[in-house]
């Protein structure tokens, strides 16, 4: 069943709560942009997996709650809507940077006609927002809208 609850990482009331197998229970924050999953406890070797692959930064910002699961930021991308993620020098100082996907012009297919897609990234407008304004971000590319 799923079900929003209070953040382990934030305390924010937004923590949707997805239970994918009887074992394994996503946590998705909206207020804080943080996910953990019942797996992702310091040391485990679902959490050494999922660690290695990390950016840096996703490394600094890893989060123990009190009940010993592990969050990292959220890194969304959607073909048709755009990318968040988090972005910044190190832990101290980060932002999201959210991106928006743009419908690809004639133009721009002539330019590249091996990219098959029909939206692009608009990388050059970039928007950031801080940790709690996580919404935002997804609002800016329209993720919340179907
Ligand atoms: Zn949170």
Same mark, same amino acid.
């Given at each position: 069943?799923?079900?929003?609850?209070?953040?382990?990482?934030?305390?924010?009331?937004?923590?949707?709560?997805?239970?994918?197998?009887?074992?394994?229970?996503?946590?998705?924050?909206?207020?804080?942009?943080?996910?953990?999953?019942?797996?992702?406890?310091?040391?485990?070797?679902?959490?050494?997996?999922?660690?290695?692959?990390?950016?840096?930064?996703?490394?600094?910002?890893?989060?123990?709650?009190?009940?010993? &699961? #592990?969050? !990292?930021?959220?890194?969304?991308?959607?073909? =048709? %809507?755009?990318?968040?993620? *988090?972005?910044?020098?190190? /832990?101290?100082?980060?932002?999201?940077?959210?991106?928006?996907?743009?419908?690809?012009?004639?133009?721009?297919?002539?330019?590249?006609?091996?990219?098959?897609?029909?939206? &692009? #990234?608009? !990388?050059?407008?970039?928007?950031?927002?801080? =940790? %709690?304004?996580?919404?935002? *971000?997804?609002?800016?590319? /329209?993720?919340?809208?179907?």
């Amino acid at each position: 069943m799923d079900k929003l609850t209070i953040c382990d990482r934030c305390g924010s009331d937004a923590c949707y709560v997805q239970e994918v197998t009887p074992e394994i229970t996503n946590h998705f924050c909206y207020g804080c942009g943080f996910q953990s999953n019942t797996l992702m406890t310091e040391g485990s070797e679902f959490m050494n997996q999922q660690t290695e692959a990390l950016p840096e930064l996703y490394k600094d910002l890893l989060f123990k709650d009190k009940t010993g &699961k #592990m969050w !990292m930021p959220s890194w969304i991308n959607d073909a =048709e %809507k755009g990318m968040i993620f *988090a972005y910044g020098p190190g /832990g101290k100082d980060w932002r999201w940077a959210a991106v928006k996907a743009i419908k690809r012009t004639k133009e721009d297919k002539k330019r590249n006609p091996n990219l098959k897609t029909e939206y &692009k #990234m608009d !990388m050059v407008n970039q928007a950031y927002f801080t =940790e %709690k304004d996580f919404m935002e *971000a997804l609002d800016y590319i /329209g993720f919340l809208t179907a």
